[in-house]
C-alpha cells in the first residue's frame, strides 16, 4: 500500500537523498500510520469491550496512543523539512529525532499503564467472555501491526530516519502485545486458567523495554555519536586517493540530521609543495565530499617536513616509544625546532576515550621515555582523543 501511495503522492519516490522526498515519506506514512491505528483502535476496544478483557482494552488505548505518535512523526517530518534560517543556519533536521524521543516517551508511559492495569487484573481476575469476533479482530490487528512494522522499519533504514525506526519498534512490539493477549483468551476459553492479567504484565514489560531502546537509538544523535565507520572509510577513501595527501587526522563529524552533516579535518600535505597549487587539491576534495556524500566538508592543511633525515628518525623515536606505552596511541603533526643545546620535539598524541593514564601522567611519560634515548631533547605534546 505505501508503495502504491508513493507513486502517486511523491515525486520521484526513489530520491532518497533528496529532503523533499525524505520529508513526502515521512508525511506519507504518519498519515497512514493515523488511519491504522485509529482502525485498530476502534476494533479493539469493541472487542475489549464484549470479552470484558482488560488486557485487550489496553492494547486498544495503545493503538490510541500509537495514532498520537504518528501524528508526532508527521509534524516531527514536516518541520524538519523547514529550510535553513538565519536562527538554525543548518536546518531543523535533529526535529526528527526530537520526534522519535517522544514516540519513545509514549511507549514507556504506556507500557507503564498497562503494568498498571495488569496488576489490577492479577488481584482482581475476572471471567473473559469468549466471541469469534474477538479473535478475528486480535489476528487482523497482528497482521496490520506486522505490516506496519516491515513498512516502517524498510523506510527508516532506507532513510536513516530515527522517527520513522522508532515507529517500526513500537510496532514490532504491538504486534507481539496483541500475539500474547491472544494467546490468553484462547488459553482463559479453553484450558479456563486466568492469565489475563499476568500476559498484559509481560507485555508492559516488553513495551517498557522497547520504549526504552527506542529513546536510546533516538537520544544518541541529539547528544552526538561517534560517526558511522563506513561513513569514516568513504571520507578517507575520498580524501586519500589524492597523492599530494599524505595522511588526515582530526575528522569531526557534525550531524544537524539525515542528510545535514558537517565534517571537518586535517590533511597533511608536503611543506615544500606549491600553496596554491595544494590550496586546489583541498578545494577539490571538499567539491568531491559534498558531491559523493552530501556533506558540507572544513580541510586543515596541515604542511609536514618530508625527506628531512633528522625529522624523520626523531619521528620514528617518538613513534617507537609511545607504541612502547600502548599500541593503540598513535601521533601528528610533528616537526622539531632544533637549538645550540636541545632538540624540542613537537607532535599530537591521539588517545581512546577510556585510555589508563591522564593527558598529564601520559606526557610525562612519553618525555621520561624520549630523555632516556637523548638527555637534549624535549617534548612539547598535545593530546587529542579518538574521535572516530
Known amino acids: 500500500m505505501i508503495t502504491l501511495l508513493?507513486?502517486?503522492?511523491?515525486?520521484?519516490?526513489?530520491?532518497?537523498?533528496?529532503?523533499?522526498?525524505?520529508?513526502?515519506?515521512?508525511?506519507?506514512?504518519?498519515?497512514?500510520?493515523?488511519?491504522?491505528?485509529?482502525?485498530?483502535?476502534?476494533?479493539?476496544?469493541?472487542?475489549?469491550?464484549?470479552?470484558?478483557?482488560?488486557?485487550?482494552?489496553?492494547?486498544?488505548?495503545?493503538?490510541?496512543?500509537?495514532?498520537?505518535?504518528?501524528?508526532?512523526?508527521?509534524?516531527?517530518?514536516?518541520?524538519?523539512?523547514?529550510?535553513?534560517?538565519?536562527?538554525?543556519?543548518?536546518?531543523?533536521?535533529?526535529?526528527?529525532?526530537?520526534?522519535?524521543?517522544?514516540?519513545?516517551?509514549?511507549?514507556?508511559?504506556?507500557?507503564?499503564?498497562?503494568?498498571?492495569?495488569?496488576?489490577?487484573?492479577?488481584?482482581?481476575?475476572?471471567?473473559?467472555?469468549?466471541?469469534?469476533?474477538?479473535?478475528?479482530?486480535?489476528?487482523?490487528?497482528?497482521?496490520?501491526?506486522?505490516?506496519?512494522?516491515?513498512?516502517?522499519?524498510?523506510?527508516?533504514?532506507?532513510?536513516?530516519?530515527?522517527?520513522?525506526?522508532?515507529?517500526?519498534?513500537?510496532?514490532?512490539?504491538?504486534a507481539l502485545s496483541t500475539t500474547a493477549v491472544l494467546g490468553s483468551t484462547l488459553i482463559a476459553h479453553f484450558a479456563q486458567i486466568a492469565i489475563d492479567g499476568w500476559c498484559g504484565l509481560l507485555v508492559g514489560l516488553f513495551i517498557c523495554y522497547a520504549g526504552y531502546s527506542a529513546a536510546r537509538d533516538t537520544i544518541s544523535p541529539l547528544l552526538g555519536q561517534a560517526p558511522d565507520k563506513e561513513f569514516v572509510r568513504q571520507i578517507s577513501d575520498i580524501v586519500m586517493a589524492h597523492k599530494e595527501i599524505l595522511s588526515l587526522h582530526d575528522l569531526i563529524v557534525h550531524n544537524y540530521g539525515p542528510g545535514r552533516v558537517l565534517i571537518s579535518l586535517h590533511a597533511e600535505v608536503p611543506a615544500d609543495g606549491n600553496f596554491l597549487d595544494l590550496h586546489d587539491v583541498i578545494d577539490t576534495i571538499e567539491h568531491e565530499l559534498r558531491d559523493s556524500l552530501n556533506c558540507h566538508a572544513v580541510?586543515?592543511?596541515?604542511?609536514?617536513?618530508?625527506?628531512?633525515?633528522?625529522?624523520?628518525?626523531?619521528?620514528?623515536?617518538?613513534?617507537?616509544?609511545?607504541?612502547?606505552?600502548?599500541?593503540?596511541?598513535?601521533l601528528h603533526d610533528f616537526r622539531i625546532v632544533t637549538g645550540p643545546t636541545h632538540t624540542n620535539l613537537i607532535f599530537d598524541v591521539v588517545t581512546p576515550y577510556d585510555f589508563s593514564l591522564t593527558d598529564s601522567e601520559l606526557t610525562a611519560l612519553i618525555q621520561t621515555r624520549i630523555q632516556e634515548q637523548n638527555p637534549s631533547y624535549f617534548t612539547v605534546i598535545e593530546v587529542d582523543k579518538q574521535m572516530v
Open 6 to 174: 508513493a507513486r502517486l503522492f511523491i515525486k520521484n519516490p526513489k530520491g532518497d537523498k533528496d529532503p523533499a522526498v525524505r520529508q513526502a515519506y515521512g508525511i506519507l506514512c504518519g498519515a497512514v500510520g493515523i488511519f491504522l491505528n485509529l482502525c485498530l483502535f476502534a476494533g479493539k476496544f469493541i472487542a475489549g469491550s464484549l470479552s470484558h478483557s482488560i488486557a485487550i482494552t489496553a492494547d486498544a488505548f495503545n493503538n490510541l496512543s500509537d495514532a498520537g505518535s504518528s501524528i508526532i512523526t508527521l509534524i516531527g517530518f514536516k518541520m524538519a523539512g523547514q529550510k535553513p534560517d538565519p536562527h538554525h543556519p543548518f536546518g531543523h533536521g535533529r526535529i526528527e529525532y526530537v520526534a522519535g524521543f517522544l514516540v519513545s516517551v509514549i511507549i514507556l508511559l504506556m507500557g507503564a499503564e498497562l503494568l498498571k492495569s495488569s496488576f489490577f487484573k492479577i488481584l482482581h481476575p475476572e471471567q473473559l467472555t469468549f466471541s469469534p469476533v474477538v479473535i478475528l479482530i486480535l489476528v487482523a490487528s497482528i497482521l496490520v501491526k506486522c505490516y506496519m512494522f516491515l513498512y516502517n522499519r524498510q523506510l527508516g533504514k532506507r532513510l536513516d530516519s530515527a522517527a520513522m525506526t522508532a515507529t517500526a519498534t513500537d510496532s514490532f512490539s504491538d
Open 299 to 330: 580541510i586543515h592543511m596541515d604542511p609536514v617536513c618530508v625527506g628531512d633525515e633528522e625529522t624523520s628518525r626523531l619521528k620514528a623515536l617518538a613513534q617507537d616509544c609511545i607504541h612502547g606505552i600502548d599500541k593503540t596511541l598513535t
